[in-house]
Structures are given as structure tokens and as C-alpha cells.
């Protein structure tokens, strides 16, 4: 799954670290979530997107491919 947390955070000016504070993880989970090594539960999606005032939808770009049942759905 593909974020924009890296874009958002480096427009507001924010280190890993102190977005990693203000939502409650690590630097380390901040890092995972932007190279993609990690997918947030939906508890944390929601403090992020709360966090830059955004939807989950905004920050977090899903990708229908990556979805369950997707190859069912395609013909």
C-alpha cells in the first residue's frame, strides 16, 4: 500500500521522530509505513489522517489490486 505520509510530512516540515510522537509509534513504524515494508492497522490510519486532518482515504492510496478477491472480480 502506497501513503503520502513522507510528502505530508516533509511539507509541514516534521523529523520521523516527531510524527512517530504525536501519533503514538515509533520512528522505526514511520519509517516501515513509508517504504511500505508495513501496512497501519486502521486504529493508526485514523491517527495519522487525524493527525494531518485528512482522510484515511487522502493519506493512505489503496491500490484494488492489492484488495482480497480482486482476480475474482476481473474478467
Known amino acids: 500500500m ?3 505520509i513522507q ?3 516533509k511539507e ?3 523529523s520521523q521522530e516527531e510524527l512517530a510522537t504525536a501519533v ?3 520512528r522505526q ?3 516501515s509505513l513509508e517504504t511500505g515494508k508495513y501496512t497501519a492497522s486502521l ?3 485514523a491517527k495519522i489522517a487525524r493527525y ?3 482522510t484515511i482515504e487522502e493519506v493512505f492510496l489503496i491500490d484494488t489490486d492489492d484488495m482480497p478477491g480482486a482476480e475474482a472480480g476481473r474478467k
Open 2 to 4: 502506497k501513503t503520502r
Open 7 to 9: 510528502e505530508l510530512r
Open 12 to 14: 509541514r516540515k516534521l
Open 24 to 26: 503514538g509509534v515509533t
Open 29 to 31: 513504524t514511520i519509517t
Open 43 to 45: 486504529v493508526l490510519a
Open 52 to 54: 494531518f486532518d485528512l
